[in-house]
């Protein structure tokens, strides 16, 4: 189905070469079939199925191809654009083109390489919020980028990684976070011993053009299926349709959509001065406090030994969406194998209030910083933290300050009787009470707590140091105090 053009109309077949061959050349025009493979319903790396130049690939399913080599001068349709001036070739596809339904095969945490299968531009997330298609994961499409600059034909050599698309609503421009790029074993695996370096490109995903990859994971043994009503007209150009890799711009034509642009913000996170993880922050009305599909993106790099993600029901993810409120705290979760340093900043803030402030709160020692105006670095040791940071929209201190002076909250810590104490002289409705020491780790909790007066929770056998202690009341407030334990305080 790959031809070399010869003039506007007509063109040579390409010469599919046979296993061991590696190498595909320009002119003549020939595929090495040695890097040809799909990915159906896998559960690892290592389920990479060969294809080659003698096995089929249906409808529907994605397939890697490596590029060619050389130069083809050759210039068929007379408009300055060589077949290949050297590592951009052109190829006609012939054949008969898909239409209809055309299914896929999605397994219950598998993934599989699929794509736009038609001749026309792929209205993606009409495709991904298809009430039939639920077994698709969040109904997010991940999108492989990798380091240009790497000529290898070696796994080992490769920079790369997915990118997450969250098509959000229907008719809205969607959410693309591009991904870091990791270095790979030659078995598939993340080398841990090289570290992550560099980033992807912002893309605009909504209309997938013609050919384009992605990755889909399921959430159960099932099926996603394209149909005819998922295809629109567009053509390629930067602003609506674009291909992973760039072509020339052109004047996008397409059926008029009236597009909703999705209120959100993009946050930075420079990790050890090597990479960036970018994080997106989408504002909707009808997102819930909990996973939304279409809307909330899970990070499906977690081998990555220093990371950064939204912490939402127990899993990193990399976009999410809630209904804006100036009191609510989006938890995060920061992965660290080694002392690093993290250094956020907003890097955009798109169809929201440029004035917002932008809070990154740190538990650790109580401290909101406006990373909206100034980019906040930090230090953190070694572990996983869930409870430490935070991302909030007002820098009101929790506790005292979120009641009258007539109601307020005393958290201490009495060395004499080793115990956290609290007094409680506004009886206010506390339910529950957690410890934490710095690396973010629950050391003691309590539930079941009723008001009352004064509480006192033993610290017998805690390290001395700084420890945060955290009182939740039954409406939701959380109130909490830095603490210091003493060496001789035991």
């Known amino acids: 189905m790959l031809h070399r053009p010869t003039s506007p109309v007509l063109s040579t077949p ?41 096995a089929g690939l249906q409808p529907g399913e994605g397939f890697t191809m490596k590029g060619t080599s050389g130069t083809d001068l050759l210039d068929p349709a007379q408009t300055g654009t060589f077949n290949n001036p050297g590592g951009a070739q052109r190829y006609d596809f012939r054949g008969k083109p898909n239409d209809g339904n055309i299914t896929v095969v999605l397994g219950a945490g598998a993934a599989t390489l699929t794509g736009n299968p038609y001749p026309s531009a792929l209205h993606l997330n009409a495709f991904l919020l298809d009430p039939s298609n639920v077994v698709i994961t969040g109904g997010t499409a991940y999108f492989w980028e990798q380091d240009k600059s790497v000529n290898s034909h070696y796994l080992s050599a490769y920079k790369g990684g997915y990118g997450a698309y969250a098509p959000v609503s229907l008719l809205s421009d969607g959410i693309y976070t591009p991904p870091v790029f990791n270095s790979y074993n030659q078995d598939g695996s993340l080398n841990t011993g090289t570290p992550a370096s560099g980033s992807g490109t912002p893309i605009q995903r909504r209309y997938s053009p013609i050919g384009q990859g992605f990755l889909l994971n399921g959430t159960a043994a099932g099926t996603a299926i394209f149909r005819n009503s998922h295809r629109i007209f567009v053509k390629e150009a930067s602003g609506g349709s674009q291909f992973e890799k760039s072509a020339g711009i052109q004047k996008p034509e397409s059926r008029q959509e009236t597009v909703t642009p999705v209120s959100h913000i993009k946050f930075n996170t420079i990790i050890n001065n090597q990479f960036t993880r970018q994080l997106a922050l989408a504002f909707t009305p009808d997102a819930t406090d909990g996973v939304d599909p279409g809307v909330d993106a899970v990070n499906i790099s977690t081998d990555l030994p220093n990371d950064l993600g939204f912490w939402l029901e127990n899993a990193s993810y990399v976009i999410e969406g809630i209904n804006f409120d100036l009191s609510k705290q989006i938890p995060l979760v920061v992965k660290a194998a080694v002392n690093s340093t993290f250094k956020f900043y907003i890097s955009d803030i798109i169809n929201f209030d440029q004035a917002q402030p932008v809070y990154l709160y740190d538990m650790l020692d109580g401290s909101y910083h406006n990373i909206a105006q100034t980019p906040f670095q930090v ?46 002289p506004g009886m206010l409705p506390i339910e529950s009470y957690k410890l934490y020491d710095v690396n973010s780790r629950m050391v003691r909790s309590e539930n079941n707590l009723t008001a009352d007066l004064r509480y006192a929770f033993s610290t017998s056998g805690l390290s001395a140091g700084v420890y945060i202690a955290v009182f939740h009341t039954n409406d939701g407030r959380r109130l909490t105090g830095k603490i210091i334990i003493s060496a001789g305080s035991h």
């Open 14 to 54: 390409a010469t599919l070469l046979p296993a061991g061959s590696y190498d595909g050349t320009s002119n003549p025009l020939s595929i090495a079939s040695s890097w040809i493979y799909k990915l159906v319903n896998a559960g690892s790396y290592s389920q990479w199925i060969y294809v080659g130049n003698t």
């Open 379 to 424: 230090s953190v040791a070694p572990g996983i933290y869930t409870e430490r940071f935070k991302i909030t929209f007002t820098s009101k201190t929790l506790g005292v300050r979120d009641y009258d002076s007539d109601t307020q909250f005393f958290i201490f810590h009495n060395d004499v009787q080793s115990s956290v104490t609290a007094v409680n």
